[in-house]
Each structure stands twice: as C-alpha cells, then as structure tokens.
C-alpha cells in the first residue's frame, strides 16, 4: 500500500532533537520555543508567535483573543475541517456558512454580501489546499464592515498572496505542524500576529491562564495548549526547508498532472494559480466530472485502495456536518453547491515529502489505470 502521506525526517531534524533532549529543555517552555516562535514569525513577516499543541488549538485560541460574545455572527466557508467551526460552537458563536469558487476552491467573495448582518463580527479566510484565497477583495470587505479576519494559513505554509506570505495578512492567522503539513513537528501548531495585546492574550491562555504576577491564581478559565521543545526543535529544522518542501510538493503533482491529463475533462483540478500566485499543492486533490462513469469519490477510493494506493476525501460540507443540530443556530448564505460537490466528488491522492519520485510515477500510474477503467477509456 502506497501511504497518503510519509513524511520526510532528515539526520538534521534528528540532530535538532537529540540536541534538544541533551540540553535538557524538553517542557513548553524555554529557549527551544523561543526560537521556533521567532522562525515561524520571521517565515511570514509577523511580529509575534505563540506555539501550541496543534493547528485546531491554533483556531481556538486566535478566537479566544479576540473581542467575541455569543451570538456574534462569524463568516466562513463551508469546504473546511472542522478545527475552523468547532471555536465558534464552544464560544456560543453563530456559524454563516458561504460557498466557495469551483475554481480555487477557496472562499467565494462574491458571497458575501448576502452573508453579512449587524451581528457579523469576524471572518475566517482558509488557504485551501495551498490555494491562496482571495485576500484582497477579502481584506477590503472585512475593513469596510469591521470584521477581524482570521487567516488559517495551515496548508499555506511557504506561499504567497502577491508578495505577502499567507499567514501574514489577517489580523491573526494560524498554522499546524500536523505531520502531512509543509512544516512537521509530528503535532503542533502557531497563532500569529502583530498586536501586541493580541500577543498577550494569547500567550496568557495558552497557559492556563496564570496570572503574570501570581502564579496559581486565575482571573480566567485557560487551557494548557502548550507545545513540547522536543517537539519544537523538529520544527525548527524543519522550517529551514520550506521553500524546498514548496517546490517538491509542486514536482509531485506535475508528475501526477501529467499522467492523468488525457482523463480530463472526467476529473477536474484546483487551479493552477490564482491572482498570480501559484498552487503550492499541498495535496493532490481532485474532483471527477459528471460523466466520470463512477458515482461518486468513495467509489473511486475503494477501487484505488484494492489497487494498493492510499487516498483520503476531501472535506465534508461544515453546513451539512450532523453536530450542528446540539447548537445553537447557523445561517447558510445561498446552495453552497460548490462546497458539497467537492465533498461528495473530490479525493486526494498520496503526496509525502517523504515519498521518492519513482514511487510518485508508480502511484500515478496505477491511479490512471484504476480511473480508465471505471470511465470505460
Ligand atoms: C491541518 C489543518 C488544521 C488542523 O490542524 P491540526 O494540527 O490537525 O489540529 C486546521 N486547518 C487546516 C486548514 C488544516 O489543514
């Protein structure tokens, strides 16, 4: 079985960490943090980082930090995980689900001003599958109408939005270091930002909440969301690569690209580029045509799995996930049709950065069989 992801663990990352173990600093404390925190700012233009435990973590802690009560109205896209849904349902927020582009897969922009409401307090924007989303037309609407902007840059690593790094244009953005993410420390994730109060509560809940001045005393309910130095120091050998990651996932879906192309138009693919930007491919997902011969991506899936080649689908619509019905209420702006085609059609095939190219060209010629064969080519 081709795995969906492997990822690539170099004798430097495992230097780092025996350093690390060796110094002796191993808690979420400490010079280790320090240092990834001023990397991974430094990788996207921020002043501030605070390392925690994951990249869900990440999206409940940067809403956290901001101005929120229950009730307040939150834009977001419906083709996301359920890390960028599940902060709004623990803090009382209500959801407003808009589609995304059947092009970019990305927030559709055009949507959203059916979606605002004198409630509407923020908006979180994701970098779909290393797509960079629309930030300009996003940025202009949220300042117009006041919103804060989250910016999930977790597929994004590494890439850019017309010269500015994703991850650097919200008001605070997010990261995972998930181990099938451009950057790894196995588990992990960042919150980002340029407000220093932003950067102080954070960092104050992040950690239990402890009072500055008298620890063991709490004025708030905190979290212990702290990220290992052990964990911390792959990462920082990690991150020195990024730029390479970025253009070895690029090589491994052009390999993919190429072997499929005489399937389209029964298999359909991100865009390339949007805006100038190009797709960083942090996945090789695709999405099969009306006519494709097979029902749906599940279909495809089990076939690709009896044929040894791992897959994973791509999200389920948040609008349609069945926990909505414990909360309280959302609101669904227009068919978010795009959303559910991708969730019903779309699969992602196996891209770890650990994976050696001939492995690619052999994955991307079983794939191609499979499919010829259930579109009757
Ligand atoms: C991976 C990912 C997350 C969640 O990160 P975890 O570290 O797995 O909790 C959130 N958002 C996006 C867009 C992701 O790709």
């Known amino acids: 079985m081709i795995p969906v992801n492997t990822p690539e663990i170099t004798e430097s990352d495992i230097a780092s960490v025996i350093q690390c173990l060796k110094d002796g600093w191993i808690s979420g404390e400490g010079p280790v943090i320090a240092s990834f925190e001023a990397a991974v700012a430094a990788s996207v233009h921020r002043q501030y980082a605070v390392a925690v435990s994951n990249g869900s973590d990440a999206l409940d ?19 996301a995980i359920i890390s960028c849904l599940a902060p709004l349902l623990r803090m009382g927020l209500v959801p407003v689900f808009v589609d995304v582009d059947r092009q970019t897969w990305n927030l559709d922009p055009g949507q959203l001003v059916d979606a605002i409401s004198p409630k509407t307090k923020a908006l979180l924007v994701v970098h779909t599958y290393g797509l960079a989303a629309d930030m300009s037309q996003i940025l ?52 980002l930002m340029n407000d220093p109060q932003l950067h102080e509560k954070a960092v104050y809940f992040r950690n239990l909440a402890f009072l500055p001045n008298r620890r063991f005393v709490h004025e708030d309910l905190g ?103 414990k909360f309280g209420p959302s609101r669904k702006v227009g068919s978010l049709q795009n959303s559910e085609w991708l969730g019903e059609q779309g699969f992602y095939l196996p891209n770890g950065l650990g994976m050696p190219l001939d492995k690619v060209h052999e994955a991307a010629s079983i794939t191609k069989k499979v499919l010829s064969e259930g579109m009757g080519l």
Request: glycine share 10%; proline share 5%; net charge negative.
């Open 140 to 191: 202009a609407f949220a300042e117009e109408h006041g919103l804060w902007v989250i910016e999930d840059a977790a597929e994004a690593h590494g890439l850019y939005f017309e010269g500015k790094p994703c991850g650097s244009m919200g008001h605070i953005s997010t990261f995972s270091f998930y181990a099938n993410k451009n950057v790894t420390t196995g588990e992990g994730g960042m919150v």
């Open 61 to 79: 802690l940067a809403f956290m930090v901001l101005d929120l009560k229950p009730g307040d109205e939150v834009i977001l896209p419906s083709f």
């Open 223 to 325: 979290w212990n969301m702290r990220l290992s130095s052990v964990q911390a120091a792959l990462g920082l050998s990690q991150i020195k690569r990024v730029e390479q990651t970025v253009a070895k996932r690029r090589a491994i879906a052009a390999i993919y690209k190429e072997a499929l192309q005489p399937l389209s138009p029964n298999l359909t693919w991100q865009a390339e580029s949007f805006a100038g930007n190009d797709n960083g491919y942090w996945v090789v997902g695709m999405v099969l045509g009306q006519e494709s011969g097979f029902q749906d991506a599940q279909q495809v899936m089990a076939e690709l799995t009896k044929a040894g080649v791992g897959t994973r689908p791509f999200f389920f619509p948040l609008h349609n996930q069945p926990l909505l019905a």
